[in-house]
C-alpha cells in the first residue's frame, strides 16, 4: 500500500502544530529521506529527515543530523534549519537554546512565510520558563502577525499568564475576549471566566453542554470533567468535586493538574495525610511544576518536618522569576496549580528525551492504559510496620491496592494522620517520620536528610 509523501513544509508544520502522523506514514518518509541524502547530498532531504526523526521522538539521533545539516547549510535553508534547532531544544525542554533558535530563524530572508509559528512557539516558550510578564509583552508586540484563526488560544495563554500573576481582572479581559470569538476553547474560556468571576448561574448545565460535544475517554472529555471539579471547589460542594478528581485519577493525562486539585481540596478538609499523597503523585507525574514542591514544603512544614527545606529549595530552582514566594512562612498557604486552557484537550506532560510523547486527541480515543504509581523501594523497617490505616478515601481505589508499595508508603504516612488529629505541630516521635523521608529517598524526591544506615 503506497504510503502519504510529506514535504519539508508539511513536516515543519506537523511539528509547530504538535500534529501526530500515521507511524507507517512517518518510517516510510524518513526512509525516503534518507535515501535522498544518501543519493545526492541534498540539503532539503536532510533536514527534512531531521524533522521524521524529530517527529519520531529520536532527539539524539536529530541532534545529529541537524549538527552535520549547520555545516552544510546555506542562506536559501538557513530559515528550515534554525527553526527545526529551536523546535527540537523546544521539545527537550531547552527553552532559552530554543528562543535564541527561533529568534535567529526571525532573521532569515525567508521566514515571512512562517513568521506567526515563530511567534507562537516562543510565547510557548517564554511561558514555559515562567517569563509571564515577559509574554504578555512579546504577544502584544508581535499579534498583528498572527493569523486571527490562531489569536484565541495565545488570548487564553496571556489570560494563564495574567492569572500566574494573580492579576485576576487581566485574565478574566482575556478570557472574556476568547469567549466572544468562534473557537474551540472558546465556551472553555467563557466558562472559566465566570467561575473566577463567581458567576455560577446555569454554569453547570453549560459545562454540561460543552462535556456532551466530545466522545468519552478522550482528553477534552477529561479536561471538561477537570472544569466541572473546578466548579464544584468554587461553589464549595466537595463532595461533588472529590467524586469527579477521584474518577479522573483512574484515567489518562494530565494527572499533575488532578492530583494537585485533589491535594489542595484535601486541605481544604484539613486532611493533611491525602493531600501530602496527592501531591506526591503529582510530583511523580511531572517534576517540573515549582508549586507541587512548594505544596509538599509547605505541609512538611505544618508537622514540623525539616524536609519542608529541601521540598522548597527545589521550588524555588524551577522558578526562577519568583512567582512563588521567596520564602516559607510559617502557616503558608498551597500555591494553585493552574491549568493552561490554551491547551484544552492535550496531555501535558513533558517530553522526555528519546521517547516520544502520547497526547489525547480531541475527538480520537487514546490509548487505554493505568497510569503508572511512582516506582517506590520500601525500605526494610516498613515491612513489618503494621499500624492501621484510617479512613482514606482517596487512595482506597482498586488501582491503588493493585500496588502494594503505594499501600506500604500510605502506612507510613499514618504519621499526617495524627497531626490531622491534634493539630499541633511537634517533634515526631514515631517511626513514620523518619520512614516517610526514608521513601522519598528512594524516590529521589526532595528529602534532607540521608537515612539510608538508618534502622528502626
Known amino acids: 500500500m503506497s504510503r502519504l509523501h510529506y514535504t519539508i513544509y508539511d513536516l515543519i508544520t506537523a511539528l509547530s502544530d504538535d500534529q501526530e502522523i500515521n507511524k507507517e506514514d512517518l518510517v516510510a518518509n524518513t526512509s525516503y529521506y534518507e535515501d535522498q541524502y544518501t543519493s545526492s547530498n541534498n540539503l532539503e532531504s536532510l533536514l527534512a529527515l531531521s524533522a521524521c526523526v524529530l517527529l519520531e521522538g529520536d532527539y539524539k539521533k536529530a541532534h545529529q543530523i541537524l549538527d552535520t545539516a549547520a555545516k552544510q547549510s546555506s542562506q536559501s535553508h538557513s530559515f528550515i534549519l534554525w527553526y527545526i534547532i529551536g523546535i527540537k531544544y523546544h521539545k527537550t525542554c531547552k527553552y532559552k537554546n530554543a528562543i535564541e533558535a527561533y529568534k535567529l530563524a526571525r532573521q532569515q530572508e525567508d521566514s515571512l512565510k512562517a513568521i506567526y509559528f515563530l511567534h507562537i512557539k516562543t510565547l510557548d516558550c517564554l511561558v514555559s520558563l515562567r517569563e509571564y510578564k515577559q509574554a504578555i509583552e512579546y504577544f502584544a508586540e508581535n499579534s498583528s502577525e498572527i493569523p486571527q484563526d490562531r489569536l484565541p488560544k495565545l488570548i487564553c495563554k496571556v489570560g494563564f499568564c495574567y492569572e500566574q500573576l494573580n492579576l485576576t481582572a487581566k485574565a478574566i479581559e482575556c478570557y472574556n475576549q476568547v469567549g466572544c470569538s468562534n473557537n474551540e476553547i472558546s465556551k472553555i474560556c467563557d466558562i472559566w471566566a465566570k467561575i473566577l468571576q463567581g458567576n455560577y448561574e446555569n454554569l453547570l448545565e453549560e459545562i454540561q453542554v460543552v462535556k456532551n460535544q466530545y466522545e468519552e475517554n478522550t482528553q477534552s472529555f477529561f479536561d471538561c470533567k477537570y472544569l466541572e471539579s473546578q466548579y464544584y471547589i468554587a461553589c464549595e460542594q466537595y463532595d461533588e468535586a472529590f467524586r469527579i478528581l477521584q474518577g479522573l485519577v483512574l484515567n489518562y493525562g494530565n494527572q499533575e493538574y488532578y492530583q494537585s486539585s485533589l491535594g489542595h481540596l484535601s486541605m481544604k478538609c484539613k486532611n493533611l495525610s491525602d493531600s501530602f499523597l496527592a501531591y506526591l503523585k503529582a510530583a511523580s507525574s511531572n ?78 480515543k487514546p490509548e487505554r492504559k493505568e497510569i503508572a504509581q511512582p516506582e517506590i523501594i520500601i525500605p526494610t523497617p516498613i515491612k513489618s510496620f503494621q499500624q492501621p490505616i484510617g479512613s482514606l478515601p482517596f487512595v482506597q481505589s482498586p488501582m491503588f491496592f493493585k500496588n502494594q508499595n503505594m499501600l506500604a508508603l500510605q502506612k507510613c504516612l499514618n504519621f499526617f494522620e495524627q497531626y490531622n488529629k491534634s493539630n499541633i505541630a511537634k517533634e515526631a516521635q514515631s517511626p513514620t517520620d523518619t520512614l516517610a523521608a526514608e521513601i522519598l529517598t528512594k524516590m529521589n524526591l526532595p528529602c534532607k536528610r540521608n537515612r539510608s544506615n538508618s534502622k528502626k
Request: include cysteine; aromatic fraction near 8%.
Open 287 to 364: 517534576q517540573h511544576i515549582p508549586e507541587i514542591w512548594y505544596n509538599l514544603a509547605v505541609i512538611y512544614a505544618k508537622v514540623g518536618q525539616c524536609e519542608s527545606e529541601s521540598a522548597f529549595n527545589r521550588a524555588k530552582n524551577l522558578d526562577p522569576t519568583n512567582v512563588l514566594p521567596i520564602s516559607l512562612e510559617a502557616g503558608s498557604d498551597l500555591a494553585v496549580v493552574r491549568m493552561d486552557w490554551s491547551t484544552f484537550g492535550q496531555a501535558k506532560k513533558p517530553v522526555a528525551v528519546k521517547k516520544k510523547v502520547e497526547k489525547g486527541v480531541n475527538r480520537t
